[in-house]
């Protein structure tokens, strides 16, 4: 995925931190009684941002003033320069938005779709006999963890997406 989107896997080990921490933050929630922090908008637009200053910082490194050129689309005309940095900084920063709100989106999804799930399972455990409990409860086990996995697998591909702008 890495060598897909952003060509070098220099940055591996920064996703796949991305990528566990997440995961673990996710996991903490199939806890009893405890809280999930990536269902937190704050926290989750908060990781966004950061991840958009950290890209931010270093393609400014890399390309030094050639950077800003990424905010002026070629051939266009000198009139329009100042109206088109201005939308293509707000759509810059948009990005980071958008990384935040799917992220808290998928995650929050997730949840609701796990407590449907559970709860219509709860329902039809008066109707399954015992000796089926140990292969349904296997199986939403299962399902959990697809689930959450393909929330995380979604949010490091929209990460290594946005630092696609360095290169």
Known sequence: MVREQLGKEI??????????????????GNIPYSYTITTSVIVTIGLSFTILTGVTILGLYIHRLHFFSYFVPSGTPLALVPLLVLIETVSYLARALSLGIRLFANMVAGH???????????????????????????????????????????????????????Y
Request: hydrophobic content about 50%; overall charge positive; aromatic content about 24%.
């Open 11 to 28: 940055y591996l080990p920064f996703i796949y931190s991305l990528f566990f921490f997440i995961l673990i933050s996710n996991l903490i």
């Open 112 to 166: 609701s779709l796990l407590k449907y799930y559970l709860l219509s399972y709860i329902k039809c455990l008066v109707v399954v006999y015992y000796s089926y409990f140990h292969f349904n409860s296997f199986c939403i086990l299962l399902s959990i963890m697809w689930i959450r996995s393909s929330c995380i697998y979604y949010s490091s591909l929209c990460i290594c997406i946005i630092s696609n702008i360095i």
